[in-house]
């Protein structure tokens, strides 16, 4: 069965330093794709980041990056030069490719982020 | 424009009303989701219309009952709930897989439902 892991509950980071949050993830498909979500306090669910399993560079949105390590089945989350407004619940997610299967997410229970001055 | 829109933000509603959440997007997307939210956890999917017709119905109690009147709006009629179905409600919409494939699913605010 398909499954996303994020072990940490909470992380704090320091105004303008570099995080990553970690995501590890099991299927035995082949074709698949990874995505990242923030959710603020406000409840909004953003997209942030996706991923498709035969890309075969990393995935970077602005300060967003995706950090891809196929073998290693994770998908770890960098943002540079944190700030404020990034302190967050962040969320990864994956879907398989397969017809009927790929209207679905299969959600990690998420890092908690906060941003400190 | 990756704008989904949801009202009402929020609802407080008795075990005996009838009440309606909306969703409405403007991107052209053809597959739309309900999903529920409780705090500190992730979502858990409710349903899934594609191309306005309910592909996915996650084993959802009858009290809520989705439509998909078109492909731009999609509602969650709400009959009966229970305290325990307070929660954040999120629609999302995306580009239908059919057939293989992934898409990002784009969501709205939410809807933070109370029931009394």
């Known amino acids: 069965a398909q499954k996303i892991t994020q072990t940490q509950p909470g992380m704090f980071v320091q105004e303008k330093e570099a995080v990553t949050l970690d995501c590890t993830y099991d299927?035995?498909?082949?074709?698949?794709?990874l995505f990242w979500y923030k959710q603020p306090s406000s409840g909004e669910m953003i997209f942030l980041i996706y991923?498709?399993?035969?890309d075969q560079q990393n995935a970077t949105e602005g300060r967003y990056s995706l950090n891809f390590q196929k073998a290693r089945k994770s998908a770890n989350l960098v943002i540079s030069a944190s700030q404020l407004g990034d302190s967050a619940m962040y969320f990864c997610?994956?879907?398989?490719?397969?017809?009927?299967?790929?209207?679905?997410?299969?959600w990690g229970l998420g890092t908690s982020l906060a941003v400190n001055p | 424009d990756t704008e989904v829109t949801q009202t009402p933000k929020h609802l407080v509603m008795g075990m005996t009303n009838k009440k309606s959440l909306k969703c409405e997007q403007h991107?052209?997307?053809?597959?739309m989701y309900w999903y529920k939210q409780k705090a500190k956890k992730p979502p858990e999917l409710m349903f899934v219309?594609?191309?306005?017709?309910?592909?996915i119905n996650e084993s959802v109690p009858s009290r809520f009952s989705p439509e998909c009147p078109n492909s731009s709006l999609l509602n969650l009629h709400l009959h009966a709930l229970q305290p325990e179905d307070s929660a954040l409600y999120l629609c999302?919409?995306?580009?239908?897989?059919?057939?293989?494939?992934?898409?990002?699913?784009?969501f709205g605010p939410g809807t933070r439902l109370t029931v009394t």
């Open positions: 299927t035995s498909d082949p074709s698949y794709g």
């Open positions: 991923q498709g399993s035969y």
């Open positions: 991107m052209g997307h053809r597959a």
């Open positions: 219309y594609s191309y306005e017709k309910l592909s």
């Open positions: 997610a994956m879907s398989d490719f397969n017809a009927g299967n790929n209207r679905k997410l299969i």
């Open positions: 999302a919409s995306s580009q239908d897989p059919s057939g293989s494939g992934s898409y990002e699913q784009y």
